[in-house]
């Protein structure tokens, strides 16, 4: 009788978790040329930049969980388009440094430690994967990135670190796919 009621429990705790799991959606942005599923509604942030080689937009798209016990705390996708002559996923050795500078400063911008990084490719776009530990190790941003043309994506996951290793940030990068 002890199994049965066991049993009888298990199916019913995930029986309602899963009524609890709120269905993903696909968000998709035209002028981004971009979709993505997400686990929440995204909220659109620009920022107008000017530097030393021309004005930039930068979209951001971010979903910020809730929850005190969620497995991640925020999901953010954002891109920019670089000016003519100044980057492109062609130039492979501008590539190499661009990408090198971008995780560079990811650490610096959260005083964290890179864990690792790693080169990817989307549809032969060059790519990299890291994964940069801060706030004493008690946190964790794992990111994607990928250089389209003069478009640079970046796809990040906030959790805690102790949270940081789950199918549902899998889900997410994974998910990432560009509307050519």
Do not use: C
């Not at 994964?131 to 990135?145: E, F, L, P, Q, S």
């Amino acid at each position: 009788m002890k199994l049965f009621s066991s049993i009888f429990f298990f199916v019913l705790a995930l029986t309602l978790s899963a009524q609890e799991a709120k269905p993903w959606k696909e968000f998709i942005s035209v002028d981004g040329k971009f979709r993505i599923l997400t686990p929440g509604e995204l909220i659109e942030k620009v920022n107008d930049i000017e530097t030393e080689i021309g004005h930039f937009t930068y979209y951001s798209y971010i979903y910020q969980d809730g929850k005190e016990d969620a497995e991640n705390l925020i999901y953010k996708i954002s891109y920019v388009d670089y000016p003519e002559h100044t980057i492109h996923s062609d130039s492979t050795d501008f590539v190499e440094e661009f990408f090198h500078s971008t995780i560079e400063t990811s650490i610096k911008s959260v005083r964290g430690h890179l864990r690792y990084s790693d080169e990817i490719e989307l549809l032969d776009y060059p790519g990299r994967i890291w994964r940069v530990d801060y706030n004493g190790g008690d946190a964790t941003i794992k990111t994607k990135a990928f250089m389209v043309g003069r478009r640079f994506y970046q796809i990040q996951v906030i959790s805690r670190r102790d949270k940081s290793l789950n199918r549902i940030q899998d889900r997410y990068f994974d998910s990432f796919r560009i509307i050519e």
